[in-house]
């Protein structure tokens, strides 16, 4: 590796970093015939890291840096390297000793340049690249994941205008990469302030795709092996939990952002606050149609979750996500109650009932009404929302489901656990003495679970 | 957005249609520079045309797209360059306003890439504007630098003009313009650091940019520009707020460039810099604040004295004591070595200071007083604050005395050559510095008096000499005096000649009319004083060095003697007094001098009982000392004075000729009397003796003249007065003469003034011919004369002080010769009168008594009779008229065979005086015959005295 080395310090930064990728072909591609599961040892990394991300290696030494014309060349080299390696795993092992982030100094520049990268590989539609980095999505900290969504969606949604369509274009070449996308982007902008409320654009982008085939959504599910403990700071399977806090937050938000904005006193012209309103207008709309998907989505996988043999097993939308999801709206209605936001909480809260119901008769979300109720204890008053925490009173008779499909879920209500339900739960005991949420036990309701 | 699908001219196929192929085609005809599908190589403008098309499609391509349109604008300038240098300056006017080329390929290109730019902004301004701003700010430097030196465009405004020009410079100000307007509600810092950072970098040739949008944007230009380089400035650290006082200026980098943009706005926009720059101040100020603030505005100012102008002098206004507590919070926690560089900071600051520099001064010295016991209102200052304030102007005086001594020494003759702007503006308030140091307040008035030192040298040549002249002007008793002293002395050592250069001052301000009546005498009483503490062991001092100089303007100083104000006139004796002899003096200076030493004698002696007497006497004295005709002038002077108009009421007379005025002329006197004014200027003008001059008892039918009043003064006032005025006249004869007689007499030059002088006054018709008329001629011709005679008996009788003053003549020996004509007159009148009585008693008359007994007893003293006719008035009040009559006749008959005539005195060199010797001319008995006849008559009565007369 060392004479390589030198051999690449007497070119020029452009030559250099193509050369590092030609020996990278090469040394992989031995490799990997000798062994299947090749170990990327130390040399390369660092050959990489001088010559690709140009970070000296020798302290003082001046930096060879590529110019935006000499980097953009060398994208288009990657783009056709991609494009043009035949084999899946050499590309797979190449593009993840590229990208797979090493915890040291070079990353940023790594992260840029992948940025880069998988935006041109949108624009020229270059699908062995987007396949990569749909995988490499899968298997890099949510952090990093982040990062990649927030450079496409800066240069598809923030930058150019109307060139989300190319964007939206990449949804047939490879769905894959649309799906974990989705979920970087919805793990990315969480509403919980107003710079974090998606883009119209990319909500529409999204909604678009979706709506399209909410199959979408499960794609990296059911494309891949699970473990039954999902790995800890990667993106979830699916973007499910991070669609329903969209939906169920949206209403909130948006009040918020709008509250915000009157009370700065920016003197928004009439044109500019009609349009904004037609724009949240929009927006609501496709919240709506959102939250119909998600419900969809959410019935569907009781099948799959069957057929994967993981029912009651895996919990997809995980219940220490939704702990945090019910604060925040408890946190959003306190901060938003004095200003006629009845409406919006309401809505807020019925999405949240709905989407609740719905995962744990899908068993997407695995837990007790006991929990439920103590979580869900402090939210304001919402009719549905009791119905969906105090739980059918009559036993179901559903024969064309499997005995014990609702196991979890049929503990009788016997009053208030003396003990939180949930650790993760901050304590604050539901005490009788002001409880905003009245349960009554024993009080029959005429309802049933939908279908 | 339909604009952006299909901007107009571009030629580019609609995008929609454009598959991720065609797009990678595209890429590769940009990177490679040539068709794909020919091969052939673009041309620029279709090059960047593709460019253009991948910077809508492909934003990965966004910088690479940006860094090739430099290149384009970079080939745009080049040639737009060429072209104004290949085209001749034929016309002689100025060539940077050619003709706009007409517009070629890259110039639509341009314009094309400008549409699509400023419609991204406008679309997206949040993500592009920061962007595009830092790429046209950015290139706009480098054009700059590179093309600087061939353009040869001169000034800022050449310079405004080439560019501007200049499409592709243009267009890159219009982007950078519209960034920044686009961003100019939410946060336009971005835009203003890539400014900033370019300034930095290009600063001469680019200082063109930041004009042009400093005037386009002057409000946010200057509160960004200030809050950028103020993060700037935290950012760098404390460790340059430490070093401010040094070599900040490399660390700061940004801090220059702030300098200059706000440099260049200042001529325009000073106010609102003035308001945002007091607004940082106070802002940083409040708790929470950067602590940066202050440190960076001083550096601000340090590096731009047109800012600190600016600022300067509301800043003080604005530093109240709740500020000046606050400023104290603020620093008292710093480090030692961190306050001592911001007190260095500051000092050099005042140092610079100009505008205001006074103000500034108050405000250092108000507060760096110590509290009084008496609480103001308001809010207590901190004693920390005292204590810098005390500190600083410690220090800022001795930076001050550095520079001001540090300078080459041929400065002070040459004027200033390194300017203290601080001492310059100080320069006119010498006078209230003045004033201010002599309420000798604790403390301040030391700092004051120091100041004062300095600023005398700053000044040079005129500034000491200014401040010692208000200083004395206005000095107020022996502390306030000893702070010129002090200050000379501090000076002597720096300044040659300053008390003569002072002298000379003083005496052009009076002269000028600056000082008031009161400051007048003041100045001239201090200026005394100082003259007379003069130390003799001191050489140096300034009394001793004072004099002497004075006394060279001795003949300006003496017209104040003629000051209407009486303070003023006496304060100007006092000082004349203590001055040493002047050396040589022109006679008509002199004369001058003695004219207005003579009035203002008599004026004091008006004003009775002044001090002012005796220093009036001893100018006299003083003056007449200094040449003979000096000393008869001065004589001269004083017996006409004395006689003359209402002088001689002091001596309880009435005035010559003054019957005709009587009535209302000399008794309520006008305010301005032309006469009066003339008098003092120019010898007296009598017309009163003239052989026209009627004399009357009446009016015909209004009865007989009224007698002229009692006199306006008492016996005693009189008597004092007239001694007053004989014991000056008989000092000024014993100075004026050069070697005196032993005491009881005065000497005969001077005896002989005093006599012309009476003569003169008493009898003008009969000067002319005094010499020749010495000789007494018989009796019976008397009659010729008599209304001359007459005239001289009036003059006796209106004016007891002639007795006295003959008196004077008569013991100057053969000096009452000359005064024969006046004897003779009054001899024979009072013949006549006594010729003509009826009264059995001579004191039935007893005026004519008294002036016939003082008359003989006159003559007798003069020598003009022997010793036993000299003594026969003791009989004259025992006798009848007729008899007295008999007695003056053998006078007259002794006088006219013996002619008083000086010849007959010899001067006898053993006593110093002149002699008659009476033995040499004959027997005197034949003149006393009359004499024994009328003590035989008398015999009962006079028998005792009959031993006495016997010859």
Not at chain 1, 220 to 245: D, K, M, Q, V, Y
Not at chain 1, 375 to 398: D, E, F, M, T
Not at chain 2, 728 to 756: D, F, H, Q, W
Not at chain 2, 922 to 929: A, H, S, T
Request: glycine fraction near 6%; proline fraction near 8%.
């Amino acid at each position: 590796m060392s004479d390589i080395r030198h051999s690449l310090l007497r070119r020029d930064a452009l030559s250099a970093a193509k050369e590092v990728l030609y020996h990278l072909d090469i040394y992989f591609s031995s490799q990997l015939q000798s062994a299947p599961l090749p170990l990327v040892d130390k040399g390369p990394a660092e050959l990489l890291e001088e010559f690709l991300f140009q970070v000296p290696k020798e302290r003082g030494a001046p930096p060879k840096r590529l110019n935006s014309l000499q980097e953009l060349q060398l994208l288009e080299i990657m783009c056709n390297y991609f494009q043009e390696q035949t084999k899946d795993s050499v590309r797979q092992i190449i593009f993840s000793s590229l990208f797979s982030p090493q915890g040291n100094k070079a990353d940023d520049n790594r992260m840029a340049l992948l940025g880069k990268l998988v935006s041109m590989a949108v624009a020229v539609c270059r699908v062995p690249v987007l396949e990569c980095a749909a995988f490499w999505l899968q298997r890099t900290p949510a952090v990093f994941c982040v990062r990649l969504a927030q450079a496409l969606v800066d240069d598809y949604c923030n930058l150019v205008p109307g060139s989300i369509q190319t964007l939206k274009q990449i949804f047939s070449a490879s769905p894959r990469f649309c799906c974990q996308f989705i979920t970087a982007v919805t793990a990315l902008y969480d509403l919980s302030s107003d710079d974090l409320i998606p883009p119209s654009d990319l909500l529409e982008l999204i909604v678009s795709w979706i709506f399209e085939d909410p199959r979408l959504i499960l794609i990296t599910f059911l494309n891949t092996p699970i473990a039954a403990n999902l790995p800890i700071g990667f993106l979830e399977l699916t973007p499910l939990t991070g669609l329903i806090r969209w939906c169920v937050k949206a209403p909130l938000a948006y009040k918020r952002r709008k509250k915000a904005s009157l009370s700065n006193g920016h003197p928004t012209s009439k044109i500019a606050k009609d349009s904004t309103e037609g724009d949240d207008g929009d927006c609501h709309q496709l919240y709506s149609k959102l939250h119909l998907s998600v419900l969809q989505v959410l019935m569907m996988l009781q099948g799959h979750l069957t057929e994967k043999n993981l029912y009651g097993r895996l919990g997809l939308i995980p219940f220490d996500h939704v702990v945090p999801l019910v604060e925040e709206i408890n946190r959003l209605s306190d901060e938003l109650n004095p200003l006629n936001a009845s409406k919006e909480i309401e809505l807020a809260l019925d999405r949240l009932a709905q989407a609740l119901q719905v995962a744990m008769a899908s068993g997407a979300l695995l837990c007790t009404r006991d929990d439920l109720r103590t979580v869900c204890s402090r939210l304001p008053h919402n009719n549905l929302l009791q119905l969906v925490i105090s739980g059918p009173v009559q036993q179901p008779a559903h024969s064309a489901l499997p005995p014990g499909f609702y196991p979890h879920i049929h503990t009788p209500p016997l009053g208030y656990p003396a003990h939180a339900a949930h650790p993760a739960l901050p304590a604050h005991p539901a005490l009788p003495a002001h409880p905003v949420q009245t349960f009554i036990p024993g009080m029959t309701f005429p309802y049933r679970p939908i279908r | 957005m339909a604009a952006l699908c299909d901007p107009p001219g571009s030629g580019s196929p609609p995008r929609a249609p454009l598959s991720p192929q065609d797009l990678s085609q595209e890429l590769k005809a940009f990177l490679t520079g040539s068709d794909p599908t020919l091969g052939t190589p673009l041309s620029p403008p279709d090059h960047a045309r593709c460019a253009l098309r991948l910077l809508r499609r492909l934003p990965a391509a966004r910088h690479a797209v940006l860094q090739h349109l430099a290149g384009l604008f970079d080939d745009h300038v080049c040639a737009h360059l060429r072209l104004r240098s290949e085209i001749p300056p034929n016309p002689p006017s100025n060539p940077l306003l050619l003709p706009p080329p007409a517009p070629s390929a890259l110039t639509e290109v341009i314009h094309e890439a400008q549409r699509l730019l400023l419609a991204f902004i406008k679309a997206k301004p949040n993500a592009w504007a920061p962007l595009l701003a830092s790429w046209a700010v950015e290139l706009l430097g480098q054009l700059s630098s590179k093309y600087s030196g061939r353009h040869g465009a001169r000034g800022l405004n050449e310079l405004l003009q080439l560019w501007m020009s200049c499409e592709a410079t243009r267009t890159l100000m219009d982007i950078y313009a519209q960034c920044l307007a686009a961003l100019i509600a939410s946060c336009p810092d971005a835009c203003v650091d890539a400014l900033l950072d370019t300034s930095v970098q290009h600063s001469p040739h680019f200082d063109w940019v930041v004009a042009h949008i400093g005037g386009s944007f002057p409000g946010t230009i200057i509160s960004r520009v200030l809050s950028c380089g103020l993060k700037d400035f935290c950012a760098h650290g404390d460790a340059a707020a430490a070093a401010a006082g040094g070599g900040a200026d490399k660390r700061v980098p940004k801090l220059a460039s702030v300098v200059g943009i706000l440099g260049h706005l200042a001529s325009r926009h000073g106010a609102s810099i003035k308001q945002e720059l007091l607004r940082m101040f106070h802002e940083g100020l409040a708790p929470g604040q950067h602590k940066g603030t202050v440190p960076f505005l001083l550096q601000l100012a340090l590096m731009s004295p047109p800012l600190l102008g600016t600022v300067a002098a509301e800043l003080v206004e604005s530093l109240k004591p709740s500020v000046l507590n606050q400023l104290h919070q603020r620093f008292s926690p710093l480090p030692r070595d961190e306050l001592d560089s911001t007190v260095a900071l500051l000092v050099r600051l005042i140092c610079q200071t100009s505008a205001g520099a006074f103000r500034t001064l108050q405000f250092l010295l108000d507060t760096a007083m110590p509290a009084s016991v008496i609480t103001q209102p308001g809010l207590a200052l901190h004693d920390g604050v005292r204590e810098a304030c005390d500190r600083l102007v410690a220090l800022l005086l001795l930076q001050l005395q550095k520079s001001v001594h540090n300078r080459p020494s041929a400065s002070l003759a040459d004027g200033p050559q390194r300017c203290v702007p601080f001492l310059e503006a100080l320069r006119g308030r010498v006078a209230e510095l003045c004033a201010e140091t002599l309420r000798l307040e604790r403390k301040r008035y030391l700092w004051q008096h120091q100041l004062l030192g300095l600023l005398a040298v700053y000044a040079a040549p005129h500034g000491a000499p200014e401040a010692l002249f208000h200083l004395l002007a206005s000095a107020k008793g022996q502390d306030e005096l000893a702070l010129a002293t002090q200050l000379h002395a501090v000076l002597a050592a720096s300044l040659a000649d300053l008390p003569g250069s002072t002298a000379a001052l003083c005496v052009r301000q009076i002269h000028a009319g600056a000082l008031a009546a009161p400051q007048l005498a003041q100045l001239l009483h201090n200026l005394a004083l100082v003259v007379a503490n003069e130390d003799v062991n001191e050489p140096a001092s300034l009394g001793a060095q004072l004099a002497p100089a004075l006394v060279l303007h001795l003949p300006e100083l003496a017209q104040l003697l003629l000051h209407p104000s009486a303070d003023a006139a006496e304060a100007a004796a006092l000082l004349l007094c203590s001055l040493p002899a002047p050396r040589c003096l022109r006679p008509a200076q002199l004369h001058a001098a003695l004219r207005a030493a003579v009035h203002h004698f008599f004026l004091a002696l008006r004003r009775a009982g002044g001090a002012g007497l005796c220093h009036a006497a001893r100018l006299l004295e003083k003056l007449s000392a200094v040449t003979p005709s000096a000393g008869r002038a001065a004589l001269q002077l004083l017996v006409e004075g004395a006689l003359r108009g209402g002088n001689a009421e002091l001596f309880g007379g009435a005035a010559p000729g003054a019957e005709a005025e009587a009535d209302g002329g000399t008794k309520s006197k006008p305010a301005a009397s032309l006469l009066d004014t003339n008098r003092r200027f120019t010898a007296a003008v009598d017309f009163s003796a003239g052989v026209w001059s009627v004399f009357h008892a009446g009016v015909i039918g209004h009865g007989l003249k009224a007698p002229p009043g009692s006199p306006a003064l008492g016996e005693e006032e009189v008597n004092r007065n007239t001694h007053a005025f004989l014991g000056v006249l008989l000092r000024c004869c014993r100075v004026a003469e050069p070697a005196p007689p032993p005491v009881p007499c005065i000497g005969p030059e001077a005896a002989k003034t005093v006599a012309s002088a009476l003569v003169d006054s008493v009898c003008p018709a009969a000067a002319a011919a005094a010499g020749g008329e010495l000789c007494w001629p018989p009796e019976e011709q008397a009659r010729s004369t008599v209304e001359r005679d007459l005239g001289i008996l009036r003059r006796f009788r209106q004016q007891p002080l002639l007795f006295p003053l003959l008196r004077v003549v008569a013991m100057g020996r053969p000096a009452l010769c000359y005064c024969s004509v006046l004897l003779r007159g009054l001899l024979a009148t009072l013949m006549a009168h006594w010729d003509a009585c009826r009264d059995g008693e001579t004191t039935a008359s007893p005026w004519h008594l008294q002036a016939s007994c003082a008359l003989v007893a006159c003559m007798a003293e003069g020598s003009l009779l022997p010793p036993v006719l000299g003594e026969v008035q003791e009989l004259f009040p025992r006798l009848a008229p007729f008899e007295v009559r008999l007695l003056l006749l053998s006078v007259w008959e002794y006088l006219r065979e013996h002619s008083p005539l000086p010849q007959r005195f010899s001067f006898q060199p053993h006593r110093g005086l002149f002699q008659r010797d009476f033995a040499r001319e004959g027997d005197p008995g034949k003149y006393l015959v009359a004499l024994h006849g009328v003590l035989h008559r008398n015999v009962d009565r006079l028998g005792l005295l009959a031993g006495r007369f016997r010859s």
